[in-house]
């Protein structure tokens, strides 16, 4: 009887402790179910976040992932991205007051001194503590964003108070889908470049310029400054270039009128457009009417001295015109400068024409500037 007491107690002791194991291994499934829900639950927020960032920038998307990056892990107080340029990565973005100065950085893709670098040559992760790009790191991962596109970025992510990062794989996780939203921002921002800016000479396109235009006299309408001129150039006898010596020294022709426009105005300032084939398009600012005149002159002469790679003189006609003196908006102004560039052309080329208040034109000489007469 007392044998069947004792197996029978052994019995409950067994039933006891699997029963304790198995309520163990449940809350044990639970809690891990919970952190995988938790940590798919956050990979997908990060992802709607990253794609509404893609609506704004390409540096909204990197931005959006450095905050998302520390709200995974609060250790983390410095986050990198570095982008492609050439054999080199350059520091594009910095967050964190530890690593700001770093901006504008360089590390070279082929020596994997670094994680970044180590990143970006092996096409994954690279963690550890060896290659800290920080002095004050404690610890540090960086990943690579990449497509068929090729390298997109390495984004680098560091701690200088923890020795590791939670929930590294989360993080990784969360970069590696951030390389679509960057992506799409990337050729977003392209295809606007594309539209803004001319191919061949890197100047405004017409659209980009006239939308700049309008733009700007808004601002002296509405500004402390008062007056803002427009020149309007043409590329005299352009076709004879092309027609003789073919569309390769055409092309560079134009990109040499582009390279002086460039040169006459005051960087940061003046805006310079191709108005489409051989005419060009300027905006300049801080600068009365008479002073852009003779401005306008100067690049008339340095054309007429520039060498082109052409045996054949080129020169140029302008024609000026001012807001709000010869013109109420932006068409006009327009209008009344191309007026004056076609009175440079029929006066004969290679020179400057002036609107007078808009209805009458005159050619630039020394001391004709103000006259009321028309040439």
Known sequence: MSIAIAVA???????GSLALRASVELRVQRVDAQTVRAREEFVLDAVRVLLDASRRSSEAVIEALAALIARRDPVI?????????????????????????????????????????????????AAGHDGLLVPTDRCAIAVPMADTGGLRAVIYASSSAADTIDGEDTIVRTIEHATLPYAIALERELARADATYDGLTGLLTPRAFRSRLRDEIARVRFGPAKVLTLWFIDTDRFKSINDSYGHAAGDAVLQGMAELLRAQGVP????????GGDEFCAIIHDAQKTVAIERAQSFCEAVRRHDFGVPQPITASVGVASYPHDARDANELLEVADAAMYHSKRTGRNRVSFAVNGTAFAVFREGSVGSDSAV
Do not use: Q
């Open 9 to 15: 107690a052994l019995t409950c002791a067994i039933l």
């Open 77 to 125: 107080d410095a986050v990198l991205a570095f982008t492609p340029a050439g054999e080199e990565l350059e520091c594009a973005l910095a967050d964190g007051a530890r690593v700001e100065h770093y901006v504008g950085a360089r590390l070279r893709r082929d020596v994997p001194d670094y994680l970044p670098s180590r990143a970006a040559r092996d096409g994954h992760r």
């Open 268 to 275: 940061e300032v003046d805006i310079a457009g191709r108005n």
